[in-house]
């Protein structure tokens, strides 16, 4: 593996290059007008992994947006890593508060990237991420260093929740047979700090619409005498958390695994600054469940957040108006053992009961995923860590995140096999937020430490 830094020297500009290319393609799942792009970028995907050296790659339609497939078999009877990521970004919005258009790839330097980072939608997650693979296979192949089978499956609907994933798996098990799953759609604490994510939040996502009387009303002459959606929504929002900032809906926390106080305290072992965290925020302080410090409330705790919510008028100047109807999207982040299924029924349930007479309620589940916690007593960690020691020079913290790929829970079930999160963002990233951007720094050190995943993995399993 002496060549992987000399290999990334000569080729970076060329690496980087690539990945902006791949970037300029707006491949945003959630809105169909950009369906025409999503699909050029799977096509993309293909081509790169066909150049990296997979000898079999294919588009694999789905109901949805479609699957790329790519493999390279050196020896059946050696182990087979499968790599997921995916190819499709959020949506840029807001785009006016992006200092850079969110297509228009720039590499621009910052106080933690001095080395620079390219800044544009999906820089960090997930195709910068996702890239890195692409180009580790392609070292591998080029110096006849890859130890072991590999096989790609990148999706298209990872973030709008990877519905035609699920039927994929149950109809190729066999096809996408593994011995451990490798992602980078993780972060990292710090440059200097590696981490390997150990654990992922579930995800219950709903839509509420409470509907007041049957037209817009002049605020004056109804306003006292009749229930104003917003206002019973706001309260009805409100009344989600009580004092000590706990979940009120009844049963929600029946199923959380609670921690160890050993856990706890291991888990406080990591690196954190919170006046750092608060600077890099702008806040004055954090707020959350009480009895729990901020790594815990963002990654072993349950929550439950309104990620959008409208209605009314918003426009220019003023209008004295009560609206018809009033809207929230909620989120609810899910640990184990919450079943996310039976949490958007607990959530329905309540919601519905807490209404008053005045309006009406109605609740439509999204989407939503298991939680994911992995040991790390497993071969796919001990190479992962290996892995980190040799280009770090550092083990790696494990850490449980606060995010949620839903998928992940459904590849043990499915397929039974660990997966393993290698991911080299930082929370500075941006994700999903203007402005995403994604070091040049970890991008290249990504590429050169999976490699070495593959090597002690392979070197685990056939000793
Ligand atoms: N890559 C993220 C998840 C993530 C980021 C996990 C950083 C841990 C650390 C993924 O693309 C994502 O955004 N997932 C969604 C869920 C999905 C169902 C829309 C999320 O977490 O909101
Ligand atoms: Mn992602
Ligand atoms: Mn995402």
Redesign the pocket.
């Given at each position: 593996m002496e060549n992987i830094k000399s290999y990334i020297t000569t080729h970076q500009q060329r690496f980087i290059d690539e990945l902006i290319e791949l970037l300029k393609i707006p491949s945003v799942s959630a809105d169909p007008a950009f369906s025409e792009d999503v699909l050029n970028t799977a096509e993309a995907v293909r081509s790169a992994l066909e150049k990296a050296g997979c000898d079999h790659t294919e588009i694999c339609e789905t109901p949805g947006y479609p699957i790329v497939y790519g493999e390279k078999v050196v020896d059946p009877e050696l182990p087979t890593v499968l790599v997921y990521g995916?190819y499709d970004v959020q949506p840029p919005d807001p785009v006016d508060l992006w200092h850079s258009p969110p297509f228009e790839p720039v590499i621009k330097e910052t106080e933690l990237h001095p080395e620079g980072a390219i800044f544009a939608r999906g820089a960090s997650?997930?195709k910068g991420q996702m890239y890195m693979h692409v180009k580790a296979l392609e070292y591998m192949v080029a110096n006849d260093e890859l130890p072991c089978n590999v096989k790609f499956m990148i999706e298209g609907e990872?973030?709008?929740?990877?519905e035609s994933l699920g039927w994929f798996l149950e109809r190729n098990r066999e096809k996408l047979a593994n011995d451990v799953i490798l992602i980078s759609?993780?972060?990292m604490i710090a440059k200097d700090t590696p981490s390997i994510?150990t654990g992922?939040r579930g995800?219950s996502y709903v839509e509420v619409e409470v509907t007041g009387p049957n037209r817009d009303l002049h605020s004056g002459l109804y306003g006292g005498a009749v229930a104003n959606p917003i206002n019973i929504l706001s309260k009805m929002i409100a009344s989600l958390q009580d004092e000590n900032n706990h979940i009120t809906i009844p049963g929600f926390y029946d199923k959380v695994q609670e921690l160890s106080r050993e856990e706890r305290d291991e888990m406080a072992k990591a690196p954190f600054s919170l006046d750092a965290y608060k600077k890099a925020l702008d806040i004055a302080d954090v707020y959350g469940e009480a009895g729990y410090v901020t790594n815990e409330r963002n990654s072993i705790r349950p929550t439950l957040d309104v990620n959008g919510i409208w209605g009314g008028y918003t426009g220019e100047g003023a209008k004295t108006v009560i609206a018809s109807k009033a809207y929230a999207k909620i989120s609810m982040r899910l640990v184990p053992h919450q079943d996310w299924e039976e949490i958007t029924d607990l959530f329905q349930k309540h919601f519905e009961s807490i209404a008053p007479a005045g309006v009406k309620v109605v609740v439509k589940p999204h989407?939503g995923?298991y939680p994911y916690v992995t040991p790390i007593d497993n071969d796919g960690y001990q190479a992962a860590s290996k892995a980190y020691e040799a280009t770090f020079g550092k083990t790696p913290i494990p850490q449980r995140?606060g995010?949620?790929?839903?998928i992940v829970s459904l590849f043990e079930k499915e397929l039974k096999s660990k997966t393993i999160l290698m991911?080299f963002?930082l929370d500075s990233d941006a994700?999903?937020s203007p402005n995403e951007h994604y070091g040049i720094w970890n991008y290249l050190k990504g590429i050169e430490t999976i490699p070495y995943f593959y090597k002690y993995f392979t070197e685990i399993k056939t000793s």
């Open positions: 995916h997650d997930d990872e973030e709008v929740g990877s759609d993780t972060g994510t992922l995800l989407h995923g995140s995010g949620s790929i839903p991911g963002g994700i999903h």
